[in-house]
């Protein structure tokens, strides 16, 4: 019971605070945006705690509230962005960009409740998301992976320092 | 009690809300939040379906989407910053030089 | 022997044509000798041939090597050496040397020698190809080939404008008939699936009901070739005009040997047309007559209406054309009549009778500085004797004047009328005594009286060069004739012999000839015979005007013709404004460039109007995916 109760907050939570990354009427400002976002991401760690996701959540907080976000913010602030003028926005676009919105939603949802994928699931789930049994999977099944992972991530270091150089010589 | 089909709503409508951001906002770096939360989505319908099937494979793949959207994220970036140098605009619609 | 002998007779002149097409051209000399030197050699192979085979029984040989076979179709280049052929081959080759050295003289002073003896030496291939040929593809090929030659020869002179009309005239006129010449050579290989002429004949005689409904149109689509090469009324129109062209070739080519080329197509598909005839059902009216019906009756027109005409020209040449298209006519006739044998033997004679008077002609032209009008002409008896002399003969052996050759072959094609058709052969006795009296009209106003013009006057005798053709070929006309009197002629074909032995018939029409010759004869003596001006101008009035109009054929095909092609190009126009470049062109560079600007839309540049087209597309797939 309890758990639902949970669950409904962090859902909301994260829905209201998501559309108010992309919607919120009141600042344009790509701050405000941000600052929702990091909210998003709190409530959806919420949820990785309920899923039993336990590390996935302390990694989700740290990853992106903390060095994502902080990414963003860092950006907004060298580029010096005053708030986005008050550019009309175009109707058809907008109205356009809803209409798909909604319709993938639609037809998402309604695949979703008329397959009957929640009979697959299995009844008495058991697994703990901790960083044992994950590290264990990651460095056992998913070494090779992960290692291609690490040089994916110097290649986009490499390519993110190249490219904000002021100059490329 | 809350099924698995509760999660997987939650996440398309994210993911949803995500696409219209990407649709509708003209300013490059919320663009680039939206495409966050879709991925965010993403990550959800896998940690739902990991615990829901009792298989934690799941959970390793959103580890790695992290990572990734981690590496894109600072590309991307860097990017803007480079664009913004050149244009001085992170507006969308001022970039159109796919059009002869 | 003998295929190598009729190889050696066709290969000759090309060789020489070519030879002096690629390398002798500008060296009139070389290209002359090598012409003449080629006809002359094929005139001693043809001489020979006959030789070797004047002893051997008459059986067509054949030689022939397979050209091209595709499917159903096996084109052979074949040789036919018959009676029938080896008399064409003697004319060609024989008249045509004669001509061949008469241009010597004729021509010399032409600055384009060579090319006028290189298209000479083409012409000689062709029509001895046409002689030759086993089949109807070869002589198909030839017989346009003949048509080429003629056209280059007529537009010898192509820098003056009438030749220059007169060679297309010439071959836009024979292509009509050679479109239904092809037609019909293509209906005949659809049912028997043969080209070759002695395997058709052999299908038919197999089953002469072989072509069924369609006998009568396929002897009348071959016979449509004829029309056109041999100027048969509708299509003669080309030949008087063809007359622009140089005095030999109109000789060789307009009177000698090309214009038989018909009569010869006839004889030599003889058995097509000797088929019961039948008539498609829409024809079902023309039941009973037979296609040699229409034959002779186009025959006897060509030949009335012409010798109409011929009385009221002053051209010379042109006086001579229309006079052969007369006589081609009568040819035609014989034939269709059933006298083939006559048709030949008057084709041989008339080869020779009337290449002497166009040669005599030329030598008139050519000694009174190109003077064609009979009436400038005039005086030229004592001037120009050998000429004069010769072109008498000529004269008379075309009238038919007994003893010379005209007379034997003049009064077999007589008699073949006189014994089939009373009125054809009324028309052919008023042809004669037409002939007769245009032919001495033209000798008295030429050669008779005294000079009526200053070229006329200064007239004098042509070098021996040209005289000697002239007496050649007037031997041939008086003895050419002797040939046919032991019924050689019949001999050609199986079946000529038939028309023999009527001696009271052959007496009849023996006296009505001669009695047409008189009464031509007289009215033109009495009315030219020294005379300064023409007195029929006035005394015939509107008909001889009409007459010297050439009856106004040339202008209804004119006046015909002008309104159809305008119809038709304003159809042409209509069709090419609205539906090809209205319709088509415009609509098509009109759908591509809606599309283009409609797609244009999509190509905002952009990157969420192409984010919000993908989206778009996400939606579309998953509906269809997942629903």
Known sequence: MIETLFFITFALLTLICALLVVANPFSRNPVTSAMFLVLTIISMAGLFVLLNAFFLAAVQVVVYAGAVIVLFLFVIMLLDIEEEERRKLKQFSVYSGILVAGVVAVIAITAILSSGIGAYASASPVIQGNPAPLGKILFRDYLLPFEILSILLLVAMVGAILLSKKDLK | MIQFEHYLIVSALLFCIGLLGVLTRKNLLVLYMSLELMLNAANLALVAASRFHDNLNGQIMVFFIITVAAAEVSVGLALIVALFRRRQTTNVQDLSELKL | ?????????????????????????????????????????????????????????????????????????????????????????????????????????????????GRYFGFLSLFTFSMLGIVLASNFFQMFIFWELVGVSSYLLIGFWFERKPAAAACQKAFIVNRLGDFGFLIGIILIWSITGS?????ISGAFTENPALLGASTAIAGLLIFCGVLGKSAQFPLHVWLPDAMEGPTPVSALIHAATMVAAGVYLLCRTLFLFELPTSWPEDFAWLNGVSSLHIVALIGAITSIMAALIATRQDDIKRILAYSTL?????????????????????????????????????????????????????????????????????????????????????????????????????????????????MFRLVFVAFGGSAKSESADHAHE???????????????????????????FGHFFDHGAVHHGHHENQTVVMFIGIGAIIFGFFPAFFMYHGAESDPLKKGLGGIGEFLKNRMLIDEAY??????????????????????????????????????????????????????????????VALFVILL
């Open chain 3, 1 to 113: 022997m003998n295929a190598f002998l009729s190889w050696s007779i066709l290969l000759a002149p090309i060789t020489a044509a070519v030879l002096i097409g690629l390398f002798t051209k500008q060296n009139s000399k070389l290209s002359s000798k090598l012409s003449i030197g080629a006809i002359g050699f094929s005139f001693l192979m043809t001489l020979l041939l006959a030789a070797v085979n004047s002893g051997t029984p008459e059986i067509p040989v054949t030689s022939s090597v397979t050209w091209l076979e595709v499917g159903g179709l096996k084109v052979e280049l074949g040789m036919i050496i018959d009676p029938l052929s080896m008399m064409m081959l003697l004319v060609v080759t024989g008249v045509g040397t004669a001509i061949h050295i008469f241009s010597l003289g004729y021509m010399k002073d032409d600055p384009s020698l």
């Open chain 3, 195 to 199: 080209l070759d002429f002695g395997e």
């Open chain 3, 326 to 438: 007369s006589q081609l006519g009568y040819m035609v006739m014989a034939v269709g009549l059933g006298g083939a044998a006559a048709g030949m033997f008057h084709l041989t004679t008339h080869a020779f009778f009337k290449a002497l008077l166009f040669l005599g002609a030329g030598s008139v032209i050519y000694a009174a500085h190109h003077e064609q009008d009979i009436w400038k002409l005039g005086g030229l008896r004592k001037k120009m004797p050998v000429t004069f002399w010769t072109f008498l003969i000529g004269t008379l052996a075309l009238c038919g004047a007994p003893p010379f050759s005209g007379f034997y072959s003049k009064e077999e094609v007589l008699l073949a009328a006189y014994q089939s058709n009373v009125v054809l052969f009324v028309l052919a006795a008023i042809t004669a005594v037409l002939t007769t009296f245009y």
């Open chain 3, 462 to 488: 042509s070098p021996s060069v040209m005289t000697t053709p002239l007496v050649f070929l007037a031997v041939l006309s008086v003895v050419g004739g002797w040939l046919g009197i032991g019924g050689y």
């Open chain 3, 558 to 619: 004119q006046w015909f013709i002008s309104r159809t092609h305008e119809a038709l190009a304003r159809l042409a126009d209509w069709i090419d404004r609205w539906i090809l470049a209205g319709f088509l062109v415009k609509g098509i560079q009109f759908t591509g460039e809606f599309t283009g600007r409609a797609l244009r839309l999509a190509q905002t540049g952009n990157t969420q109007t192409y984010a919000l087209l993908f989206g778009l597309g996400l939606a």
